[in-house]
Antibody, heavy 120, light 105 residues
Framework: EVQLVESGGGLVQPGRSLKLSCAAS????????MAWVRQAPTKGLEWVAT????????YYRDSVKGRFTISRDNAKSTLYLQMDSLRSEDTATYYC?????????????WGQGVMVTVSS | DTVLTQSPALAVSPGERVTISCRAS??????MHWYQQKPGQQPKLLIY???NLESGVPARFSGSGSGTDFTLTIDPVEADDTATYFC????????FGAGTKLELK
């Protein structure tokens, strides 16, 4: 059974940093691209970043470029999101998702999500 | 950005057929996918590539369309289908529609 378990969320002040982790199990982690998708309270879904299966390629939405870094450790089957210079608009539930490359890319398994609140 | 437009809400009776639409601001070919999200839960993939049913998803769900106009159909609707449905395109990065909240009468 595919499982994705996020951790590392919490309350953080604007301008500070936070690092999210996502522990994967039930599939060969190193064979799949992975992504972070967020959802602000009572809002829709917003893609944040994607990393290729081997970590050699990364992609970000414009609003987080230069502030967020996606990475992975295939030996530990773990995905990360380093978030720096956090802003109030980054407040959201962050989901880790497995990404399939067919048809340009979609997300076939999602974690339960972790809440990040940016507030003073 | 490719903007996806969905109607905000629908209300149907169990046993009926419901169609949920998603219109893209530019052609996305068949790079359209559908998700179901119930309150307090993570999204669940239903349809990928506009019309391909994800493994394990009931055959009551189907998808159609290409280019800019897409439809998710549930037939027949069951009480458990109460949820918000999101479309997502993958032709130009990745964007999601704002979601259609499906309620049962």
């Amino acid at each position: 059974e595919v499982q994705l378990v996020e951790s590392g969320g919490g309350l953080v002040q604007p301008g500070r940093s936070l690092k999210l982790s996502c522990a994967a199990s039930g599939f060969t982690f190193s064979n799949y691209g992975m992504a972070w998708v967020r959802q602000a309270p009572t809002k829709g879904l917003e893609w944040v970043a994607t990393i290729s299966y081997d970590g050699s390629s990364t992609y970000y939405r414009d609003s987080v470029k230069g502030r967020f870094t996606i990475s992975r450790d295939n030996a530990k089957s773990t995905l990360y999101l380093q978030m720096d210079s956090l802003r109030s608009e980054d407040t959201a539930t962050y989901y880790c998702a497995r990404q399939r490359a067919l048809y340009g890319g979609y997300f076939d398994y999602w974690g339960q999500g972790v809440m990040v609140t940016v507030s003073s | 950005d490719t903007v996806l437009t969905q109607s905000p809400a629908l209300a149907v009776s169990p046993g009926e057929r419901v169609t949920i639409s998603c219109r893209a601001s530019e052609s996305v070919s068949t790079g359209m996918h559908w998700y179901q999200q119930k309150p307090g839960q993570q999204p669940k993939l239903l349809i990928y590539g506009a019309s391909n049913l994800e493994s394990g998803v009931p055959a009551r769900f189907s998808g159609s369309g290409s280019g800019t106009d897409f439809t998710l159909t549930i037939d027949p609707v069951e009480a458990d289908d109460t949820a918000t449905y999101f479309c997502q395109q993958s032709w130009n990065e990745y964007t999601f529609g704002a979601g259609t909240k499906l309620e049962l009468k």
